[in-house]
């Protein structure tokens, strides 16, 4: 499907990039390849690769953020990810056909940017008449590029590759993974955060008057 004065056809994780940004573009791979076998569920929410066949770089990169030993949670997954060049550049690619909009920093889903008159107008016709899938044929993906996961009943056998997903505040401390290794990593993620969360909202409770001048400027660590 293409856009007024784009000269070439988005595929389904493009689609579903355009649609619901990068979450629902991580959840149409981690479809795609656990109906083609290449990812199975080891337990709701719980993953793991079978096979590292790699069709398209943001497949070549869930299957990355999986590991190809042990099991990660759907959550793990998509953090993993976030900054993935990989994924990023399928932004990239949107926002250069004219399909993309300004910079969001706070919209839902893993979404960088807003759809816009252009991309919404695509989305449309894709809704209306979706394409075939030549990446992913023979899977949900396309359904879940342009429609999402939330419509499946729980006993759906697609349920489990998302079940037990989490969504934790920026003061969230403490591991949910029952994976002892993961649990390890992310609690040393929490601690290491924690505080530089802590200091950068401390420091704009002084606006409009400008930083909080109680508090140095201290780099904390990632955030």
Do not use: C
Request: a positive charge.
């Amino acid at each position: 499907m293409m856009a007024p004065g784009v000269a070439r056809t988005l595929d389904v994780y493009e689609i579903a990039y355009l649609a619901g940004g990068q979450d629902r573009m991580v959840d149409a791979a981690l479809v795609a390849l656990v109906q083609s076998g290449r990812v199975r569920v080891v337990r709701p929410g719980q993953l793991a690769t079978v096979g590292l066949s790699r069709r398209h770089p943001v497949e070549a990169a869930v299957l990355d953020a999986v590991g190809p030993v042990g099991h990660r949670s759907i959550d793990t997954i998509r953090w993993r990810l976030v900054t993935d060049e990989r994924l990023l550049d399928v932004a990239r690619r949107l926002h250069g056909d004219g399909l993309l909009g300004r910079h969001h920093p706070h919209l839902p889903g893993g979404r960088a940017n807003a759809p816009t008159g252009a991309g919404r107008r695509v989305l449309h016709r894709l809704d209306a008449e979706p394409p075939p899938d030549a990446v992913a044929a023979g899977t949900d993906a396309m359904t879940v590029a342009l429609h999402g996961r939330d419509g499946w009943p729980e006993d759906d056998p697609r349920a489990a590759i998302f079940a037990t997903l989490r969504t934790g505040g920026p003061f969230t401390r403490g591991s949910r993974s029952v994976n002892p290794a993961e649990a390890a990593a992310e609690d040393k993620r929490d601690v290491e955060r924690t505080p530089a969360v802590i200091h950068t909202q401390a420091n704009d409770w002084g606006a409009p008057y400008g930083p909080n001048p109680s508090l140095r400027s201290t780099h904390w660590g990632r955030h």
